[in-house]
């Protein structure tokens, strides 16, 4: 990874914040500890702006860029919105469809793009990939 800036929100596959890392779960952090991230984010997200500043509080939420978009109603930095989960009706589903194209000759190619889904040329039914992680 390159080197992080000051006040970046980062995603980890892991349950621990590596070293000088914090999770955003809204904690209180000393001013004079901190002063640095404080700088950039002051008191946005909590604390008193004396002794204590707080950390966004990601739990349950996604980050959103802050501002206006198309159609959009505008969105302030710092502002929590939103429902941990929602349950959406048929109603609130606009029309649409989805098209698959598919053939059942055995695949000739490794490149997915302008192909279609086809057996595996192996003969083998597979339902996972067997190449390596991207990492």
């Known amino acids: 990874?390159?080197?992080?800036?000051?006040?970046?929100?980062q995603p980890f596959a892991f349950s621990f914040a590596p070293r000088y890392w914090a999770h955003c779960n809204g904690n209180l952090l000393s001013i004079a500890q901190y002063n640095a991230l404080y700088q950039l984010i002051?008191?946005?997200?909590?604390?008193?702006?004396?002794?204590?500043?707080?950390?966004?509080?990601?739990?349950?939420?996604?980050?959103?860029?802050?501002?206006?978009?198309?159609?959009?109603?505008?969105a302030v930095m710092g502002e929590k919105a939103g429902q941990q989960s929602v349950t959406l009706l048929q109603t609130q589903m606009p029309i649409h469809n989805h098209t698959v194209g598919a053939v059942q000759a055995l695949g000739t190619v490794n490149e997915p793009n302008g192909a279609y889904y086809a057996a595996d040329s192996s003969g083998q039914d597979r339902i996972y990939s067997t190449n390596p992680p991207n990492t």
């Not at 990874?1 to 929100?9: D, L, N």
């Not at 909590?46 to 739990?59: C, K, S």
């Open 42 to 74: 002051g008191t946005i997200y909590g604390g008193d702006g004396r002794t204590t500043f707080a950390l966004p509080d990601l739990r349950g939420r996604a980050p959103m860029q802050f501002g206006n978009g198309p159609g959009l109603s505008p």
């Open 1 to 9: 990874m390159s080197t992080a800036f000051v006040g970046q929100i």
